[in-house]
T-cell receptor
Framework: DTGVSQDPRHKITKRGQNVTFRCDPI?????LYWYRQTLGQGPEFLTY????????KSRLLSDRFSAERPKGSFSTLEIQRTEQGDSAMYLC??????????FGPGTRLTVL | GQSLEQPSEVTAVEGAIVQINCTYQ??????LSWYQQHDGGAPTFLSY????GLEETGRFSSFLSRSDSYGYLLLQELQMKDSASYFC???????????FGAGTTVTVRA
């Protein structure tokens, strides 16, 4: 098992463009989370999947953000019409049915 | 809601002991977790306290007192590689996500 992987690791885009990030969780982890982290802050929760069902979404997740986990394995996070305020590290984590979450290396988004 | 407070920075020398406190205001939670994050890296799990008391994992120990709404992470025999940010986090009852503190940056000097 190679842990949680995320792609791409870095993304630079112009304001107004759409971006999509991918997360591959640890196999057989049924819980998958997306967080956003800005400099000097802890990760902030965005959304949570149990298998393919999206069970919780943060109020931080505006209608420009959408996440999917179509087969209960990998997940994608799409941001439409990006804004400079979207610049952050986007972290994915997975877990079995415990309180321990395993984080991926993150995708660093820079919106110019 | 959940509010976790921890010091923003701590500096210590190699071989020293550092205690990072985490105080919280939350109506109920399953346990207190600690994560380590090196600059540019991903948060990695360090320790979890589901019950009150001390949990020891090598050079790192973590403590929880629910009655005092307080926990701490103890780093012993500090090494240069321990320079990182450390986050406390809770998973509230009836919730799935972790709520993180703002993090404590630990700098270890020779």
């Amino acid at each position: 098992d190679t842990g949680v992987s995320q792609d791409p690791r870095h993304k630079i885009t112009k304001r107004g463009q759409n971006v999509t990030f991918r997360c591959d969780p640890i196999s057989e982890h049924n819980r998958l989370y997306w967080y956003r982290q800005t400099l000097g802050q802890g990760p902030e929760f965005l959304t949570y999947f149990q298998n393919e069902a999206q069970l919780e979404k943060s109020r931080l997740l505006s209608d420009r953000f959408s996440a999917e986990r179509p087969k209960g394995s990998f997940s994608t996070l799409e941001i439409q019409r990006t804004e400079q305020g979207d610049s952050a590290m986007y972290l994915c984590a997975s877990s079995p049915s415990t309180d321990t979450q395993y984080f991926g290396p993150g995708t660093r988004l820079t919106v110019l | 809601g959940q509010s976790l407070e921890q010091p923003s920075e701590v500096t210590a020398v190699e071989g020293a002991i550092v205690q990072i406190n985490c105080t919280y205001q939350t109506s109920g939670f399953y346990g207190l977790s600690w994560y380590q994050q090196h600059d540019g890296g991903a948060p990695t799990f360090l320790s979890y306290n589901g019950l009150d008391g001390l949990e020891e994992t090598g050079r790192f120990s973590s403590f929880l007192s629910r009655s005092d709404s307080y926990g701490y992470l103890l780093l012993q025999e500090l090494q240069m590689k321990d320079s990182a940010s450390y986050f406390c986090a809770v998973r509230p009852r009836n919730d799935y996500k972790l709520s993180f503190g703002a993090g404590t940056t630990v700098t270890v000097r020779a």
